[in-house]
């Protein structure tokens, strides 16, 4: 499978970006996409996550409230919505999907990457 992310750019703390996410995928096989993002000097981490089955998601603490991961109906595009953005939410964020069965929120089990888009939220 193959991810393209896009729609990164620099924004005002408060303000709010749309970060989108082409999928690429084999037919029949099942995904459950993340939105990943590492800031500098600092790990990675899942900031957001959907189950291919169902609609229920998973977000990272920090911005429970502010992100929203959502995905059309053909399942090949996936956004990451983020408003209220902090100089803190600034890094590169990366779609990434995996194809087991462990809960979305297992980060190291993404095995498809996508390139980053840079978000850099000034203050």
């Known amino acids: 499978v193959q991810l393209q992310a896009s729609g990164g750019g620099l924004v005002q703390a408060g303000g709010s970006l749309r970060l989108s996410c082409a999928v690429s995928?084999?037919?029949?096989?099942?995904?459950?996409l993340g939105w990943f993002r590492q800031a500098p000097g600092k790990e990675r981490e899942l900031v957001a996550a959907?189950?291919?089955?169902?609609?229920?998601?998973w977000y990272l603490a920090s911005v429970r409230g502010r992100a929203t991961i959502s995905r059309n109906s053909a399942k090949d595009t996936v956004w990451l919505q983020m408003n209220s953005l902090k100089p803190e939410d600034t890094a590169v964020y990366y779609c990434?999907?995996?194809?087991?069965?462990?809960?979305?929120?297992?980060?190291?089990?993404?095995?498809?990457w996508g390139q980053g888009t840079l978000v850099t939220v000034s203050s």
């Open positions: 995928r084999r037919a029949f096989i099942a995904y459950d």
């Open positions: 990434a999907a995996k194809t087991d069965s462990s809960p979305i929120y297992t980060m190291t089990n993404y095995e498809y």
């Open positions: 959907l189950p291919w089955r169902g609609d229920r998601p």
